[in-house]
């Protein structure tokens, strides 16, 4: 019976371990923020390389529309309603051509592309997002509940000067 007992929690302590890794492969970190874009840093993982610099873009706005990233819009989600029944959402990242890529004004490859234990490709990014036409959007299709309840410059970071946006290198 206390065998029992130890396996299934053994079992359960694994299944939790393995849910928090999976959250924890989408590093996504605010690097600089000027006007009305962003520069995220991220990671993609994929089997092919060039889906794993889309997997990186997808990783950055999902972190920013879901759950939010510390010193972009007060580290809140930018998605605050309407997430389950709004059809341009349920269709951002599907399709033939994906609207997400709309919002992608440029992303740089960091260094190369390397094997993950898992054995998937995994690539390190700078992803520059056009967030005011994707905030613009969102307030657009109902998604922003609390929309202009404070001003986005209120809810930043200041930027910082002289950094370069990040160009298409793949």
Not at 83 to 96: E, M, R, S, V, Y
Request: charged share 20%; hydrophobic share 35%; aromatic share 8%.
């Amino acid at each position: 019976m206390i065998r029992k007992q130890t396996m299934t929690s053994l079992l359960c302590l694994l299944l939790a371990l393995s849910a928090s890794a999976q959250g924890s492969r989408e590093q996504v970190d605010l690097v600089l923020i000027d006007g009305t874009t962003a520069i995220f840093s991220s990671e993609g993982f994929s089997s092919v390389r060039e889906a794993a610099v889309d997997n990186s873009c997808q990783a950055v706005l999902r972190k920013i529309l879901y759950d939010g990233v510390e010193g972009f819009n007060g580290g809140e989600a930018i998605v605050t309603s309407g997430q389950q029944t709004n059809i341009w959402l349920k269709n951002f990242f599907t399709g033939k051509f994906p609207a997400y890529k709309s919002y992608v004004g440029g992303v740089e490859l960091l260094g190369g592309f390397n094997t993950s234990p898992q054995g998937e490709i995994h690539c390190r990014t700078h992803v520059l997002i056009e967030f005011d036409k994707l905030i613009n959007m969102c307030r657009s299709q109902g998604l922003m509940e609390d929309a202009g309840s404070r001003p986005l410059e209120q809810r930043t970071l200041q930027p910082r000067q002289n950094v370069q946006k990040p160009k298409r290198s793949f």
